[in-house]
């Protein structure tokens, strides 16, 4: 018996990748969520940036609330069981009137995860619509096997390497996720989706929080992720502690060196010597 979704929706994530809208949280705390973000950035002089927009559940406690929110684990539980991982968060931010992109791409392309089984619940903290850049997907494509994808490190492109699936994408066959605040979407790791930039004079702030279960394991090296529901009888994972409140500088440092060592993962194969230089162009655009 599923605990969220209906065998409707189940039946839609297999056949199409992707199922939404789901509301998990209320767009009063979605506004909160937001605030709280738009307050930090404040303080920080600047948008989110760099590394400070990944793993970002391990920075800021009420985001670490957010990746344990029953409301997103019971659906991410119909479809992956009991046990689950929290493998990263990837802020999606897209300023007002800003030329920021995603290109169509197969988030399985560079994560170095062993298996398929992986969800990414996309958490609207803002409206996403056609006019400010909402994602995009082409239906049934994450039943296609992984793709080739070519690397562009484009300046405006918000993905790691700018990485773009390297066939013709029939636009005409895309479908936008049109998402009110606190609602979320649920997308396969195969999904061939994208975005394009936010035309509206406001910005667009998604949250994209991967999970697997535990069985799932990283091929490319040592890896970390959080336990956010049943056990971890697998162990292929370092486990993450949980924050308690924002910015604990123990967790600060905890978060630098995830992110070096994720950046290896990450960049694997790029040709870039050293983690200064993969920085840089991770933070272009
Ligand atoms: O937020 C976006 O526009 C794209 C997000 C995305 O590509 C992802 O969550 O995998």
């Given at each position: ?18 199922v939404?809208?789901i509301?998990?949280i209320?767009e ?15 303080q ?7 590394d400070?927009r ?15 929110c029953s409301?997103?684990?019971d ?5 992956y069981g009991?046990?689950?991982l ?8 897209k ?6 992109f ?9 994560w170095?995860?062993?298996r ?14 056609d ?15 992984q793709m ?8 405006n492109?918000?993905?790691?390497r ?23 979407s ?7 989706h ?6 509206s ?13 535990t069985?799932?394991?990283q ?11 049943g ?6 994972f ?5 924050p308690?409140c924002?910015?604990d ?8 060196s ?10 694997r194969?790029?040709?870039?010597a050293?983690?200064?230089?993969l ?7």
């Open positions: 018996m599923p605990k969220r979704l209906s065998p409707a929706q189940i039946e839609q994530y297999r056949n199409e990748g992707c939404f809208p509301r998990v209320s009063t705390d979605a506004a909160k969520n937001r605030a709280k973000l738009e307050e930090f950035e404040r920080a002089g600047g948008p989110l940036k760099g400070l990944h793993k970002s559940h391990l920075l800021f406690a009420w985001l670490a609330k957010l990746v344990r409301a997103i684990l659906a991410v539980e119909d479809l009991p046990d689950l929290c493998w990263t968060t990837n802020f999606f931010i300023e007002a009137t800003d030329p920021a995603v290109s169509w791409h197969q988030d399985s392309t560079y170095g995860l062993s398929p089984d992986v969800v990414t619940a996309w958490v609207a903290f803002t409206e996403a619509a006019t400010n850049g909402a994602m995009e997907y082409i239906p049934g494509s994450h039943q296609l096997d080739p994808h070519r690397d562009t490190f484009a300046k492109n918000l993905l790691t700018g990485q773009e699936v390297m066939v013709e994408v029939d636009r005409s066959k895309r479908r936008i996720i049109a998402l009110h605040p606190g609602e979320m649920l997308h396969h790791v195969r999904l061939v994208g975005s394009p930039p936010n035309r004079n406001d910005r667009r702030i998604g949250v994209a929080i991967r999970y697997i279960p069985s799932v394991a091929i490319w090296g040592e890896d970390s992720a959080t336990l956010v529901r056990q971890d009888h697998h162990h292929h370092v486990l993450e502690p949980e308690t924002d910015l500088p123990e967790f600060v440092a905890l978060h630098h995830i992110s070096e060592r994720n950046a290896r993962i990450l960049y194969g790029t040709g870039v050293g983690y200064n230089e920085r840089a162009l991770a933070e272009r655009g």
